[in-house]
Nanobody, 115 residues
Framework: QVQLAESGGGLVQAGGSLRLSCAAS????????MGWYRQAPGKQRELVAS???????DYADSVKGRFTISRDNAKNMVYLQMNSLKPEDTAVYYC?????????WGQGTQVTVSS
């Protein structure tokens, strides 16, 4: 299996920035995609950004132009740079790995944006 560990969440003012990191370990061969999801209280988990093995990226409309996903294949890490944060970005952010037929999830890291 794959183990994921997120870090970098915290409390930030609106307009500020945070950088989330996710480290993958375990059975890390043949990872097809990595991404970030978020879930706010009372809402479903939603895809924020993803990056596939070939390097293509995708973003939710709500974060385009503000967030950037990147990866370091040699270190088995994925990052989410979040700029111009808004209160509506407040959520628990989860790292996700897709490997073969399976999904793996981190424990989540809280991001709180104050106004």
């Amino acid at each position: 299996q794959v183990q994921l560990a997120e870090s970098g969440g915290g409390l930030v003012q609106a307009g500020g920035s945070l950088r989330l990191s996710c480290a993958a370990s375990g059975s890390i061969f043949s990872i097809n995609a990595m991404g970030w999801y978020r879930q706010a209280p009372g809402k479903q988990r939603e895809l924020v950004a993803s990056i596939i093995a070939g390097g293509s990226t995708d973003y939710a409309d709500s974060v385009k132009g503000r967030f950037t996903i990147s990866r370091d294949n040699a270190k088995n890490m994925v990052y989410l740079q979040m700029n111009s944060l808004k209160p509506e970005d407040t959520a628990v952010y989860y790292c996700n790995v897709k490997r073969w037929r399976y999904d793996y999830w981190g424990q989540g890291t809280q991001v709180t944006v104050s106004s």
